[in-house]
């Protein structure tokens, strides 16, 4: 498999260099959601004496600033592959190899993500000096939000896959996927940290798997929260990243039985 | 001997949404979907021996290609037995997967934006290729088809033509015992696919392996195939060697015929069947097969012949025959 990994990583590679221009379009696009919601939330904290709940306008920069780092190594774009691979028949050879076209795209994901660290990293810092975020630099937060981002990461990209394979039922299934960014959107603590939303849906954040994909590593970087509590936190993620590992593979078996291979 | 494929009443039906086109049905097809079965491949049975080249005909939509996803391993079937090596296709089993490769001429398993030795290399460890034996096949596949000049240029940047030979070069890599080819010289010029079929019957003398064909170029087949499989509306039509096909489906018999005295028109061989043709001295007629002892007879006492020979009509105008004919008629 090592060897697999090696040759894919290396294609992946290749093929990502063939567009850069288009790469760094797809960046800007990524750049601009940080800022708009930190514009938004910095407005509304002048407008309230300096703080929203407790919160000031360092701490959204700050957080914000983290989303951008969080958001990229989180995202999934395999929700609307899959449906292409499957409406289009496309996946019929990806099928007839011995090896699971998952490992195209884990390594088509991390290769991405770790190429777009080039434009993300002096972004943050960009936004960091513009917007003045709290930080204070913690070795042991960063150690921390190791495990946690990389569970994160895991977590959006399985998310992504299980909801992807719907394409197998419905053919069609981009209502399916705006639903799931929809409360992405909402419950991941995306729009806005997690402490500003009613206590209804604050609960409901805790049980699904959305705020162990955002919020939560974003708190453990930023040592908004306490280390026991990381602890129980990248236990929760681990449960989660098993549990969408067994549904996964549970529904890939279901998936393939149903597959047309249209086309062809 | 054991068959390589084993076909057993193997089936498949498809559940399909049945709609008149137009805004309005659409719209009523929301609240009231019509779905209805249909069988795809229905019941079809045969066996392929190791190292037999088979052709698979049918008209579009005749089950084919449905099949072969079945023995490839992409399609569940409904019903029925489908075995390839001694494996069942569906479960996917690497060893299974290891030794059989699928050729389809409409679709491109190499990566689009990097040249074809990226993908080669890809297949090597997908396979678990030892890496000269890799190497001495990838550069005999190199040879045989001359992809030297293109193997280095991005796959988006060849011609049909040269992707073609590039996909079946990948596809053979892993020297696969069983190959299905789909279609494997659609769209390419004739000089391409001249070479495509003389590599085909190439690497079936050197390995043995087992071939299962279709193609929609009668040429492809009268190239490669002794035996053909015909379906026909998801059922096997025939199946048998090439040569029998005309004397089983074709309804009529060619005879020329050369004339020690011809007339000046050839009004006076209607009698006898179709004139096909009538050149220097020599009438070609089409007569109904029933009829041709009685013809031949008539004709040899009314006329001086020099020469006469009896032909079975073209292959193409019987697969054309075969396939034109309503469904009851076949079965």
Request: charged letters at 20%; glycine letters at 6%.
């Amino acid at each position: 498999m090592i060897n697999i990994y090696k040759v894919l990583i290396r294609n992946e590679l290749l093929v990502e260099l063939q567009y850069p221009l288009a790469l760094a379009i797809w960046m800007l696009e990524k750049l601009l959601e940080p800022i708009i919601y930190l514009a938004v939330w910095t407005s509304v904290a002048v407008s309230q004496g300096g703080d929203v709940n407790g919160l000031t306008v360092a701490d959204f920069a700050a957080y914000y600033i983290a989303l951008l780092l969080v958001g990229h190594l989180t995202q999934n774009w395999h929700i609307w592959t899959i449906e292409w691979y499957v409406r289009e028949g496309q996946l019929s050879k990806y099928l007839v190899r011995p090896m699971h076209p998952i490992h195209e795209s884990i390594t088509n994901d991390w290769i991405y993500k770790l190429m777009m660290m080039v434009v993300i990293l002096p972004a943050m810092f960009l936004l960091a000096w513009l917007f003045s975020p709290s930080l204070q630099f913690d070795f042991g937060a960063v150690l921390r939000f190791i495990p946690a981002i990389c569970l994160a990461g895991a977590l959006g990209f399985l998310g992504g896959w299980v909801v992807g394979l719907s394409a197998f039922w419905t053919t069609r299934n981009g209502t399916l996927v705006q639903m799931y960014f929809l409360m992405m959107l909402f419950f991941s603590g995306r729009i806005a940290p997690l402490e500003l939303l009613p206590d209804f849906m604050r609960q409901v954040a805790f049980i699904l798997p959305f705020r162990w994909i955002i919020s939560f590593p974003i708190e453990v970087l930023l040592g908004w929260i306490p280390q026991q509590e990381v602890m129980i936190g990248l236990g929760i993620q681990f449960g989660w990243v098993v549990a969408l590992i067994l549904l996964a593979m549970g529904i890939w078996q279901m998936s393939v039985r149903r597959y047309s291979a249209v086309g062809g | 001997m054991t068959p390589i494929v084993h076909v057993e009443k193997l089936s498949k039906t498809y559940s399909v949404t049945d709609r008149e086109g137009g805004l309005k049905a659409a719209l009523k097809n929301l609240v009231n979907r019509k779905k209805r079965d249909v069988k795809a491949v229905n019941e079809v049975s045969f066996d392929i021996d190791a190292g037999e080249i088979v052709g698979f005909l049918g008209p579009n939509g005749a089950g084919k290609t449905t099949t072969l996803k079945m023995l490839s391993g992409l399609l569940h079937p409904t019903a029925g037995v489908g075995q390839v090596l001694g494996f069942t296709p569906y479960k996917r089993e690497r060893a299974y997967l290891s030794q059989m490769t699928l050729v389809m001429g409409q679709r491109n398993q190499l990566i689009w934006d990097i040249p074809a030795t990226d993908s080669f290399d890809l297949n090597r460890v997908v396979y678990r290729l030892n890496l000269d034996d890799f190497k001495r096949t990838r550069d005999e596949l190199v040879d045989l088809l001359e992809l030297a000049p293109i193997i280095t240029k991005p796959v988006r940047n060849l011609s049909l033509g040269e992707r073609m030979k590039c996909e079946i070069a990948a596809a053979l890599l892993h020297r696969p015992k069983v190959l299905f080819l789909d279609e494997p010289t659609l769209g390419l010029d004739v000089t391409s696919q001249r070479r495509i079929r003389a590599f085909i019957k190439d690497y079936n003398a050197k390995y043995g392996a087992t071939v299962l064909l279709t193609s929609h170029y009668m040429a492809d087949i009268e190239a490669l195939c002794k035996r053909v499989i015909i379906i026909h509306h998801g059922k096997l039509i025939f199946d048998g060697e090439l040569s029998k096909l005309a004397h089983q489906f074709s309804a009529d018999k060619t005879i020329s015929a050369t004339l020690e005295n011809p007339p000046e028109n050839t009004d006076a061989f209607k009698v006898y069947g179709e004139v096909l043709g009538y050149e220097d001295g020599q009438i070609r007629l089409k007569i109904p097969k029933q009829n041709t002892s009685a013809m031949i007879s008539k004709l040899l006492n009314e006329w001086s012949v020099l020469d006469v020979t009896i032909q079975e009509p073209p292959i193409e105008d019987v697969i054309e025959h075969i396939f034109a004919s309503p469904k009851e008629a076949q079965s």
